[in-house]
Nanobody, 125 residues
Framework: QVQLVESGGGLVLAGRSLRLSCEAS????????IGWFRQAPGKEREGVAC????????KYADSVKGRFTISKDNTKNTVYLQMNSLKPDDTAIYYC??????????????????WGKGTLVAVSS
């Protein structure tokens, strides 16, 4: 059974850092691309970062470029999102999602096969 479990969210002050984790089970990260998405109250879901199957290609939303870094550890079957210089606008529920077919990744959510349940990130000013 394909499953994704996010962790690492919380309440932080603006300017601080958090690292989110997404532990995968039921499939191998070596054969899938992974994305992090977020949804703030009253807003549409937004693709934040994604990493391709081989990890050779990463993509970021303009709003987080230079502040967020996505990575994955195939030995732990876990994907990470390092978030630095957090801003109040980063407040949202963060979801990881897996595309079990595509070699590359995208921030649109197209082709996603499985979603996690999300973890809340709240940034106060």
């Amino acid at each position: 059974q394909v499953q994704l479990v996010e962790s690492g969210g919380g309440l932080v002050l603006a300017g601080r850092s958090l690292r989110l984790s997404c532990e995968a089970s039921g499939f191998s990260l070596e054969r899938s691309s992974i994305g992090w998405f977020r949804q703030a109250p009253g807003k549409e879901r937004e693709g934040v970062a994604c990493i391709s199957r081989s990890a050779a290609n990463t993509k970021y939303a303009d709003s987080v470029k230079g502040r967020f870094t996505i990575s994955k550890d195939n030995t732990k079957n876990t994907v990470y999102l390092q978030m630095n210089s957090l801003k109040p606008d980063d407040t949202a529920i963060y979801y990881c999602a897996a595309d079990l077919v595509s070699v590359d990744c995208n921030l649109s959510g197209y082709g996603i096969d499985s979603w996690g349940k999300g973890t809340l990130v709240a940034v106060s000013s």
